[in-house]
Nanobody, 126 residues
Framework: QVQLVESGGGLVQAGGSLRLSCAASGRTLSAYYRGWFRQAPGKEREFVAGINWSTGGTYYSDSVKGRFTISRDNAKNTVYLQMNSLKPEDTAVYYC???????????????????WGQGTQVTVSS
C-alpha cells in the first residue's frame, strides 16, 4: 500500500519562506500528476499547484503564481513545494495528493486525486 507523507510545515513570519516535501512510501507510486492543496479553517480544500510526473510541467492557482514553485525528484518519488513571500492568508493545512487515473489534463479538483497525505500545518504570522 502506498502512502504520502508530508513534512516541512511550521510557523513563519509574513514575507518568509518554507519548503514542503511529500514522499511516497510503501509500494511504488505510479501517478500521472502530483499536486498540493490547502485548507484553511472554515473553508473548502483548494488547489495550489500541480506537476505532471512524466514531463515535469507545472501549473498553479492564481493566488500563488509567482510565489510558489512545485518540483519533483523522480528518484526519491518526492514532490516539493517551495513557498516564498508568504502571506497570512497562506495559513492553512497543506495536503499533497496523487492523481493515478487520467481524468483529464492538469487536474485541479479534489475529486481528481485519489491518494492523499495527512497534511502539514503552515502558519504565517503578520
Amino acid at each position: 500500500q502506498v502512502q504520502l507523507v508530508e513534512s516541512g510545515g511550521g510557523l513563519v513570519q509574513a514575507g518568509g519562506s518554507l519548503r514542503l516535501s511529500c514522499a511516497a512510501s510503501g509500494r511504488t507510486l505510479s501517478a500521472y500528476y502530483r499536486g498540493w492543496f490547502r485548507q484553511a479553517p472554515g473553508k473548502e480544500r483548494e488547489f495550489v499547484a500541480g506537476i505532471n510526473w512524466s514531463t515535469g510541467g507545472t501549473y498553479y492557482s492564481d493566488s500563488v503564481k509567482g510565489r510558489f514553485t512545485i518540483s519533483r525528484d523522480n528518484a526519491k518519488n518526492t514532490v516539493y513545494l517551495q513557498m516564498n513571500s508568504l502571506k497570512p492568508e497562506d495559513t492553512a493545512v497543506y495536503y499533497c495528493a496523487a492523481n493515478r487515473y487520467l481524468y483529464g489534463l492538469r487536474p485541479t479538483t479534489v475529486s481528481e486525486y485519489e491518494l492523499w497525505g495527512q497534511g502539514t500545518q503552515v502558519t504565517v504570522s503578520s
